[in-house]
Every structure is written in C-alpha cells, then in structure tokens.
C-alpha cells in the first residue's frame, strides 16, 4: 500500500513545481510582453475586433480604444466596479489607466464566439507607477459586439485588484492618486 502515499507526494512535488513555474512566467511576462504579444497576434481564430481592442490597450493612442466602441457603448471595469459611457468616456479611461500604469499591456491568451459575444482570456499586465514591482493576472474581458461584429456595445473586464496590488507589493487599500 505505498502507491498512495508515492502518489500523493508526486502530485504534491508536481504542484509544488507547477507553482513556482507559474511564478516564473509570470515575472517573465511582465518582462516580455510585447514579445509575446506579437506572437499572439498571428493567431488565425482571433476576431479582428478582439486585435484590434488588444492593439488600442497597448498603444499609447486613448482615442484608438474609444473609437472600437458603438457611440453608446459602455465599458465596465469589474474589479473597480466603475462603468464609462460613449466614446470619449471610454478614451478617457484609457488616458487615466496610462498614466497610473507604466508599460500596461493586455496579451490575449484564447477568444471564445458566441454569436454576438466573444470571451477573451488574457493577461494583464503593467506597473502601477510608485509601486515596487510590477503585475501581470489572468484577465476575462466579455465583449459583447454590434450586429456586423465591427464594433463593442459593451466591454466588461474581470480580474483581481487584489492580486494585482499584491503583485505589485501595494496594501490591500491602496488607492491611485487622485488625477
């Protein structure tokens, strides 16, 4: 009768393993990317709509992101529980996340299409700007799109504040300066 315990001490080390890997690329994303980005990119089976909303969260353009939106589009951002109304409000959100975030990045892992809706996994990654390192946590974003599928009626973007604060070595009541 060791199978068990012999079993039992090889899935403890392979998760064991399994974490620390995972740590690791996660730091290693956080450093690479763009890079890996660009490969992401080649991936046939992504809507083009998802591309281009990845390409406007890592450009530097606000405007870019709002103008993929339906002029009454909303744009929610669950973990903050804030929702931004038309395009300019939407391009707005993104002004303030880039100058909160250094380097904020959005890497799509995986889409899903459901008629109307497509389900992104990514990862989300930056450096809040004063923080001591910086994130990178699994993100699901539903996108839910407008008839013809060119443009997002409403976005909204899952992932945890509080890993992205303790990733980036901030109190779990940090709050970003007011701006």
């Known amino acids: 009768m060791t199978f068990r315990p012999l ?12 974490s620390v890997t995972a740590s690791t690329v996660s730091t290693a994303h956080a450093a690479s990317a763009a ?12 809507p083009r709509i998802v591309s281009a909303w990845a390409d406007a969260w890592n450009g530097t353009d606000p405007r870019a992101l709002g103008a993929l939106f339906t002029a009454d589009g909303t744009y929610t951002d669950e973990a903050l529980a804030v929702t931004f109304g038309g395009r300019k ?3 707005g959100w993104k002004a ?12 799509v892992r995986a889409t899903r299409v459901e008629g109307d809706r497509v389900t992104v996994r990514a990862v989300y990654s930056g450096h809040l700007k004063g923080a001591p390192r910086p994130f990178a946590v699994p993100m699901t974003t539903v996108l839910d799109l407008d ?10 973007d899952h992932y945890s504040l509080a890993t992205v604060l303790s ?10 300066p007011a701006g």
């Open 35 to 46: 890079s890996t980005h660009a490969s992401q990119g080649t991936d046939r089976r992504t």
């Open 89 to 91: 409000e939407i391009s």
């Open 167 to 176: 990733q980036s070595g901030l109190p779990a009541d940090w709050t970003p």
């Open 7 to 18: 079993r039992a001490v090889t899935v403890l080390a392979a998760a064991a393993a399994l």
């Open 147 to 156: 008839a013809h599928h060119c443009r997002i009626e409403s976005d909204q």
């Open 96 to 107: 303030r996340a880039d100058s909160l975030i250094a380097d904020v990045h959005v890497t």
